[in-house]
């Protein structure tokens, strides 16, 4: 451990903080993080944490999910200028318009989304919890935003309901194609191909399984298996690989690495500790209209 990690942690013992990092974060974030997960089990430990401060080492809709369920809390975003591609492809007035065209249809928001347009949602998901989420609803058709990658998958598993997809997607998933998967496949003979619900259709009708980072890790470690190709963030490679001893991941396609996950360093993390910054703050309005998305969300499951 190093002397910046050995630094972190004594400081946030010293202000009583929880640190909070997302699978896609580097190991060194990671090593001192008190929880590392996908973004619905961080937005679970937020909700349940006694802790006064919370550091969410991620993106910018992850630690505005952390403060909308603990508004009492102070939550520090280490890297101000990490955002979500995919949570700026869609603004509320996209939302406004997509259910004055389907006013039946009850608004499904995968939590990648800012706090805004979650405002306009009925409730979110994750990707670990969207075809639970779906499947729950009363209603028979459903307005999904802003995956239509994800979005595809979960109407593939509750083909029941009627579904109804923007136009947005993960930059660095979308961009993966089937012609890789052929490809590892040759590398890597007997070896799983395991990938993200955010890739498309042809990469996913391809694979061997597909679940969200956590249902990708614990396959993994419970595969009699020891080889595996893995279709999402680099991080979650470097993860399996350090965690789950005896096993070996390969990275499905250099594309999937996230920058804005990367803009966060184990020197940003020391700094927001150090500085209390940069502390996220949300108007009041929408947190309340908001927080009742993400609420139902974790009532689901």
Do not use: W
């Amino acid at each position: 451990m190093t002397d910046i990690q050995k630094e972190i942690i004594r400081l946030k013992e010293e202000k009583n903080a929880l640190v909070l990092a997302h699978f896609y974060q580097t190991i060194d974030i990671q090593e001192v993080a008190d929880f590392v997960g996908d973004s619905f089990e961080l937005a679970k430990i937020a909700q349940r944490t006694e802790k006064p401060i919370i550091v969410l080492c991620g993106v910018r809709f992850m630690a505005e999910s952390a403060k909308i369920l603990n508004p009492d809390k102070i939550v520090l975003l280490p890297a101000s200028d990490a955002g979500c591609l995919m949570a700026d492809m869609i603004t509320p007035e996209d939302v406004i318009k997509m259910k004055e065209e389907h006013p039946k249809a009850a608004v499904m928001c995968y939590v990648n989304s800012t706090a805004e347009t979650k405002t306009y949602c009925d409730i979110c998901c994750t990707s670990s919890s969207a075809v639970k989420i779906a499947k729950s609803l009363e209603e028979d058709e459903i307005i999904f935003v802003p995956d239509r990658n994800l979005g595809a998958y979960v109407a593939e598993q509750v083909p029941e309901k009627k579904f109804y997809f923007y136009r947005g997607f993960c930059p660095i998933h979308n961009v993966v194609r089937a012609e890789e998967v052929e490809k590892a496949r040759k590398l890597h003979p007997g070896a799983p191909v395991i990938v993200h619900p955010e890739c498309n259709k042809e990469v996913r009708d391809t694979a061997d399984f597909i679940g969200s980072t956590s249902a990708i890790i614990k396959y993994v470690e419970e595969s009699v298996k020891k080889e595996f190709i893995i279709g999402t963030e680099i991080g979650v490679v470097e993860r399996i690989n350090k965690i789950v001893e005896g096993k070996t991941a390969y990275l499905l396609s250099h594309h999937l690495s996230c920058v804005n996950m990367k803009k966060t360093k184990i020197t940003d993390v020391l700094n927001a500790l150090q500085n209390m910054e940069e502390v996220i703050e949300l108007d009041e309005d929408v947190m309340n209209k908001a927080r009742v998305t993400l609420e139902r969300m974790v009532s689901v499951n």
